[in-house]
């Protein structure tokens, strides 16, 4: 996994390490789940609604279309919509996809040889059940567990309407 953005969580003084791509395309893709239309997002409001430069989105999105992510429709009302169920897309799925395969720990423990001691072979297993362990714990969140943990809010569109 390559580490590039970091992203400090509100309840937690731990960072987890995301490359900004990968984190913009779960957002996107949260955002899409969002929606619950069938209407079709475009990018700007995609990019207005998280915040996010609109260039770097569109080879984003273009990205998640290739990987049969998002579908897109052309046209004045055109825009992005899920390709499939968000229950049915996992933040693994789409982080091997951005970023590649969930790879290890590197451990930059140099000897003079270049030939790993007994005391540091000691420590593979225990990199090897951390791996094992994200990998399990990012299949189990699907895009749809993200979006629905995130409060809705009125629509740029709402209008209260205040009656006496």
């Given amino acids: ?49 998280e915040q996010l430069p609109a260039k770097f989105l569109e ?16 046209g004045a009302s055109g825009g992005y919509l899920l390709a499939r169920p968000a229950s049915e897309i996992t933040m693994l799925d789409v982080i091997r996809h951005l970023d590649g395969p969930i790879a290890p720990v590197g451990l930059t423990d140099k000897t003079v040889d270049d030939t790993p001691t007994a005391r540091q072979l000691a420590f593979q297993p225990a990199f090897k059940e951390i791996r094992q362990a994200t990998i399990r714990v990012l299949q189990s969140y699907s895009i749809q567990a993200i979006a629905d943990a995130v409060p809705e809010t009125p629509g740029d569109d709402f209008q209260p309407i205040y009656q006496i």
Avoid at 40 to 46: A, E, K, L, M, V
Avoid at 59 to 74: E, N, P, W
């Fill in 1 to 49: 996994m390559r580490l590039a953005c970091k992203y400090k969580f509100l309840d937690s003084s731990k960072i987890m390490d995301i490359s900004a791509r990968t984190m913009y395309g779960l957002r996107a893709l949260v955002t899409l789940a969002n929606a619950r239309t069938a209407t079709p997002q475009s990018i700007q409001t995609i990019a207005d609604d």
């Fill in 59 to 74: 080879g984003i999105m273009a990205d998640l279309k290739r990987g049969g992510f998002v579908r897109s429709k052309r």
